[in-house]
């Protein structure tokens, strides 16, 4: 079910023969108790420099408190053609959410 | 015979070709958002490949005329300011550049495309900045313009776009108002320095207007970028909005715009405005404006001047990966 994310294979550009750097994925924690979020992508020939570049790209205005940045070629994601029948199994199932349950209304704390 | 059973191929759409058409449409149709994985027309992918490119290449062209001014700066503030507003520019390149790779297409090709000329950017960035009141007119007009065109586009349906958008609006709004501040100040100064901002206000006031694109008659790509929520509004819907902007805001900085023919019209709800210069338009987008050559030239050798740091950096990755190895 799961493949590769369908990231862009850098080929180096045209007449140059020279290797690009590769795309890395930014993820950006905005404060202490949220989660990193994914913020966009950025090349860079290492890890240090890819966080370093996230850094200017990404927190310019105190945007965030730590970063993520991960290969973009090691990003696994479920496969976007199977997309309906993949997540099928959560419809048609209401009883899991708290709204589901109706008779209850208005009894109070509940 | 090979060849024609290709032809064949491509006449008739797959059947996978056909589910993801509807699955598409049925996404535009509830004003819903295409993602990077989703099948979509090629069409589709090749408009905002065109449009989301040109407008990382103008972000990119565009440090240019304010880079020229950091070292005239009048203080260590306005080159502090200036300074922060050109490295954004090139935040706002690198986020559109990031988006446009979604699309399946290199950062190497766009870039090549620049440097060769083949790629279009914004004809506003070939008008010279002659006086340190253009940091000023630039901010206010022609950022003003860009973000009335941006902020429709934070709702593109090309999910990577509108999010490239949102980051990019939200920090245009300081560049507007460095802008706005800094013609405010001339024109609460000398006499000569008040002429200045005047000055740059009547340059820049027309090629910003411009900055919207040619008028809804002359515009054929426009109505299938709005049939795919791509576009929000009409070249000239967005350009009579902004000059009903500034014509108000004109009044606080106590200077003129250089057009006589403003006026609202209460029939259409639109603000109407002196005839554009068209042909200078098409002449500069040609690259027959005042400063593409230079422009193109500085791009070229800052691509190369910046080669020896890509290799250098490309080589360091290289050496510490190998030791990493044998560790």
Redesign the interface.
Known sequence: MAKPVETVETPAAEGHGKQTWPLWEVFVRSSRGLSHVHAGSLHAPDAEMAVRNARDLYTRRNEGVSLWVVPASAIVASDPDAKDEFFESPKGKDYRHATYYTKSEGVKHL | MAVQTQATLQAVPSAEDEAGQAYFDKIIAEDSRI?????MPEKYRKTLVRQMSQHAHSEIIGMQPEANWITRAPSLKRKAILM?KV??EA?HG??LY??T??L??????L??QLLEGKAKYSSIFNYPANSWADMGAIGWLVDGAAIANQVPLCRASYGPYG??MV?ICK?ESFHQRQGFEILLELSNGTPAQKQMAQDAVNRFYAPALMMFGPTDTDSPNSQQSMAWNIKRFSNDELRSRFVGMIQEQVKVLGLTLPDDKIRYNEETGMWEHGELDWDEFHEVLAGRGPCNAQRMERRREAHENGAWV??A??A??EK??QKAQVA
């Open positions: 993602e990077p994985a989703d099948w922060a490295q954004d935040g690198l986020y990031s988006a790779e979604t399946g297409t290199p950062r190497d090709v870039n090549q999010r490239a980051r920090e890509r290799e950096a490309a360091y990755a510490k990966a």
